[in-house]
């Protein structure tokens, strides 16, 4: 990294994720230099009169950067227990299972606290600090070398055993805590300009959503004469905009999608799922689709043609129904899951692009969110979709505003793309920092 200089001499470490190190760093393991207690089985019930019910972190508590301590789950533990597995503030939390390795330290703890058997708990013994090693592990994992030590083609788990014979490069106590400083600082500002260019992108969201709405609720003329739409949630429309429900601008019903058992995925037709209706771009990506094999009667039945739009009208999540994208073009017959609705409108009526932005735009998705069941999964009522209102321009009208939203769309969508990548370069370039930093490059 050219504003930092290189140490003055060079040892081979032995250890092909490490490289060569400073010659006057130590060539050592894990265990050597620091404690590691593996977490306490679950236990559920007392099994004595002196059992108490104690808070527990486990695996899923320890994000990079951070260990989340909110809301804690209880089990129960004896007083040797909790002596044994207790974890206090400074502690460094690595990942047994699930994501191996991932690590953080524990801060802002204010309530006794124990770990569960999938995350281990490391403290310094000596000429050793858990701060450096904190951010080392952030280097091994980024180097995939857990993948490997941890046989992730099976279920990866992290063992003391394993974690204990990590070979461990060790600068001088005093230099550890200055990288440990050195890293803190930085990253804390990189992580700084990562936020205000996040915030930047949750703007360009905010001002892309605002665009659409105004554009299919308001119409792109503001001199025009407005009417009020008669619909709360609406407000007002062009004076002359007419109002719809959209049963009344469908070419045919509204059809729920085919179900299929796994054992007819893979190949065949392409198959829309939940998870292909995007709201950014309101159009389905045929080139990205599943496929399931189907029966010629379900082809005509749940195929779709240019213009037919999906509607998301079930999920597990309240926050995934309500939305819709439509096909443009396919060199094949395109069929959709039961989760979905497809409509097919009257195209002498509704421009495609115009209707799928109106029922994406944020006040028709709230609208039609609050009218979901969710007494098991979250859905919305194909009646209650079909009568939903739609305000309809002319024709003319109405493709004016879709090319004018892709021209908008796409400008905005170019911004993104910019700041998105600057955030990528930023990210890489705190990791090269962490990497050079760590094993010694500078």
Same mark, same amino acid.
């Not at 953080?104 to 701060?131: G, M, T, Y």
């Given at each position: =990294?050219?504003?930092? @200089?290189?140490?003055?001499?060079?040892?081979?470490?032995?250890?092909?994720? %490490?490289?060569?190190?400073?010659?006057?760093?130590?060539?050592?393991?894990?265990?050597?230099?620091?404690?590691?207690?593996?977490?306490?089985?679950?236990?559920?019930?007392?099994?004595?009169?002196?059992?108490?019910?104690?808070? /527990?972190?486990?695996?899923?508590?320890?994000? &990079?950067?951070?260990?989340?301590?909110?809301?804690?789950?209880? =089990?129960?533990?004896?007083?040797?227990?909790?002596?044994?597995?207790?974890?206090?503030?400074?502690?460094?939390?690595?990942?047994?299972?699930?994501?191996?390795?991932?690590?953080? +330290?524990?801060?802002?703890?204010?309530?006794?606290?124990?770990?569960?058997?999938?995350?281990?708990?490391?403290?310094?013994?000596?000429?050793?600090?858990?701060? /450096?090693?904190?951010?080392?592990?952030?280097?091994?994992?980024?180097?995939?070398?857990?993948?490997?030590?941890?046989?992730?083609?099976?279920?990866?788990?992290?063992?003391?055993?394993?974690?204990?014979?990590?070979?461990?490069?060790?600068?001088?106590?005093?230099?550890?805590?200055?990288?440990?400083?050195?890293?803190?600082?930085?990253?804390? @500002?990189?992580?700084?300009?990562?936020?205000?260019?996040?915030?930047?992108?949750?703007? %360009?969201?905010?001002?892309?959503?605002?665009?659409?709405?105004?554009?299919?609720?308001?119409?792109?003329?503001?001199?025009?004469? =407005?009417?009020?739409?008669?619909?709360? &949630?609406?407000?007002?429309?062009?004076?002359?905009?007419?109002?719809?429900?959209?049963?009344?601008?469908?070419?045919?019903?509204?059809?729920?999608?085919?179900?299929?058992?796994?054992?007819? &995925?893979?190949?065949?037709?392409?198959?829309?799922?939940?998870?292909?209706?995007?709201?950014?771009?309101?159009?389905?990506?045929?080139?990205?689709?599943?496929?399931?094999?189907?029966?010629?009667?379900?082809?005509?039945? /749940?195929?779709?043609?240019?213009?037919?739009?999906?509607?998301?009208?079930?999920?597990?999540?309240?926050?995934?129904?309500?939305?819709?994208?439509?096909?443009?073009?396919?060199?094949?017959?395109?069929?959709?899951?039961?989760? +979905?609705? $497809?409509?097919?409108?009257?195209?002498?009526?509704?421009?495609?692009?115009?209707?799928?932005?109106?029922?994406?735009?944020?006040?028709?998705?709230?609208?039609?969110?609050?009218?979901?069941? @969710?007494? !098991? =999964?979250?859905?919305?009522?194909?009646?209650?979709?079909?009568?939903?209102?739609?305000? !309809?321009?002319?024709?003319?009208?109405?493709?004016?505003?879709?090319?004018?939203?892709?021209?908008?769309?796409?400008?905005?969508?170019?911004?993104?793309?910019?700041? @998105?990548?600057?955030?990528? $370069?930023?990210?890489?370039?705190?990791?090269?920092?962490?990497?050079?930093?760590?094993?010694?490059?500078?």
């Amino acid at each position: =990294m050219g504003n930092y @200089q290189a140490y003055e001499k060079y040892k081979d470490s032995g250890v092909e994720w %490490l490289g060569k190190i400073p010659d006057h760093w130590k060539r050592s393991v894990f265990r050597y230099y620091f404690d590691i207690q593996l977490g306490k089985m679950l236990q559920n019930e007392s099994q004595s009169e002196h059992d108490e019910e104690i808070s /527990y972190l486990k695996a899923i508590h320890i994000r &990079w950067d951070k260990v989340n301590i909110d809301d804690l789950p209880k =089990m129960w533990t004896s007083p040797r227990e909790k002596e044994k597995y207790s974890v206090k503030n400074g502690d460094l939390l690595i990942s047994e299972g699930g994501e191996v390795g991932r690590t953080a +330290l524990l801060k802002d703890l204010q309530e006794d606290c124990i770990i569960q058997n999938a995350a281990h708990r490391v403290r310094p013994l000596s000429q050793s600090k858990v701060e /450096y090693l904190n951010y080392l592990m952030r280097h091994i994992a980024d180097t995939k070398w857990f993948d490997i030590l941890c046989n992730k083609s099976t279920i990866a788990h992290l063992t003391s055993e394993k974690l204990g014979a990590l070979p461990l490069p060790l600068p001088p106590l005093d230099e550890q805590e200055m990288i440990a400083n050195f890293l803190d600082r930085k990253t804390k @500002q990189i992580d700084d300009l990562i936020a205000k260019k996040e915030a930047i992108l949750a703007k %360009l969201d905010e001002k892309r959503s605002a665009i659409i709405s105004h554009a299919v609720t308001k119409g792109l003329d503001l001199t025009v004469p =407005m009417k009020d739409s008669g619909i709360e &949630w609406l407000g007002v429309i062009p004076k002359h905009w007419e109002i719809n429900r959209l049963r009344h601008i469908l070419k045919e019903q509204l059809v729920n999608g085919i179900f299929k058992k796994r054992d007819s &995925w893979g190949k065949g037709n392409p198959i829309v799922n939940v998870f292909d209706v995007f709201i950014e771009s309101n159009i389905v990506d045929i080139e990205t689709l599943d496929r399931v094999e189907c029966e010629e009667d379900e082809l005509s039945k /749940y195929s779709a043609l240019y213009g037919d739009f999906f509607f998301v009208r079930s999920s597990l999540k309240l926050e995934g129904i309500g939305k819709s994208a439509t096909v443009l073009e396919s060199p094949e017959p395109v069929v959709f899951e039961c989760h +979905l609705i $497809r409509g097919r409108p009257n195209l002498s009526l509704v421009d495609a692009k115009f209707l799928i932005a109106y029922l994406n735009c944020h006040f028709t998705r709230s609208f039609l969110v609050s009218k979901a069941n @969710q007494v !098991t =999964m979250a859905t919305i009522d194909q009646n209650k979709f079909k009568d939903v209102h739609i305000p !309809t321009p002319t024709l003319d009208e109405q493709k004016t505003i879709s090319k004018y939203l892709e021209q908008k769309t796409a400008e905005i969508d170019l911004q993104k793309a910019k700041v @998105q990548e600057a955030i990528e $370069r930023l990210k890489e370039y705190r990791t090269a920092l962490i990497t050079n930093a760590v094993t010694g490059k500078i």
